[in-house]
């Protein structure tokens, strides 16, 4: 068994408890812990890195924060198992702070969706087809009467890669709504066409029912186009709302 790594006494910078999460993490990494292996006691971490308990107190609480570490009272603290939950939690407080940011985040999404398309569709189920299309019925329904469908939009997008059973990319599909929610306030995100939008998915849905890899990928990379159209008109103009809203996000 390799010799445990040891941590080094840390100089003094003005945000030292900085200093000593990145320490602990550098710790984690070269150790290779991985969830539920226990860090040690907070005395020793002290002791080694030359620098005070309260030091130390305030970078697990900051790690504890990001989703890094637990503290079990009583008992110690603990390497956590990954998990993008507390990103997810803290995005509605720092994601997007202007047009800008949510471009990239959108242009992120179209472009993960668009390469992971082919995989879904060699995996996705007769069932997960028959889900979308019952989706579609509930976005035609609304679009019919000039309506938008945020929440089915949501689940379409969500039922078109559940069957890659991608723990992560289904939570990052999470976070691109959130993104585009945030995109409410800076820009009227109200869909001006809902009937263009639903004839847009069925188009992606009927792609993926022929097994055709390449239309699917196309659809999906031009039915961006609509909120990027928004997003760039609105910086053009400057044109912004006044607070959120619910539109289309795709």
Do not use: C
């Not at 078109?160 to 009227?188: C, H």
């Amino acid at each position: 068994m390799p010799a445990t790594r040891t941590l080094r006494p840390l100089p003094r910078p003005p945000l030292l408890h900085v200093s000593v999460q990145d320490s602990l993490k550098r710790f984690i990494a070269e150790n290779a812990l991985t969830g539920g292996a226990m860090l040690p006691a907070e005395a020793m971490l002290a002791r080694n890195l030359g620098v005070s308990r309260n030091s130390v107190r305030e970078a697990v609480k900051a790690l504890e924060s990001l989703g890094m570490l637990e503290t079990r009272r009583g008992i110690g603290v603990f390497v956590r198992h990954f998990s993008l939950d507390a990103l997810i939690d803290n995005l509605p407080y720092a994601l997007g702070q202007s047009l800008r940011d949510i471009e990239e985040i959108i242009e992120i999404r179209r472009t993960l969706e668009v390469a992971m398309v082919e995989r879904a569709i060699e995996r996705i189920s007769a069932e997960d087809i028959a889900a979308l299309r019952a989706t579609l019925d509930a976005m035609r329904r609304k679009a019919e009467r000039g309506e938008s469908f945020a929440e089915a939009d949501q689940a379409f997008h969500r039922l078109l890669f559940r069957g890659l059973g991608n723990r992560m990319l289904s939570r990052m599909i999470e976070v691109f709504w959130l993104a585009f929610r945030r995109a409410a306030e800076f820009i009227d995100t109200e869909n001006p066409d809902p009937m263009a939008t639903y004839r847009d998915h069925e188009a992606i849905v009927d792609a993926v029912e022929r097994r055709d890899a390449a239309d699917a990928r196309d659809r999906l990379a031009r039915h961006y186009q609509g909120i990027s159209t928004l997003i760039a008109n609105a910086k053009a103009s400057g044109r912004t709302t006044s607070g959120p809203g619910e539109g289309h996000a795709s």
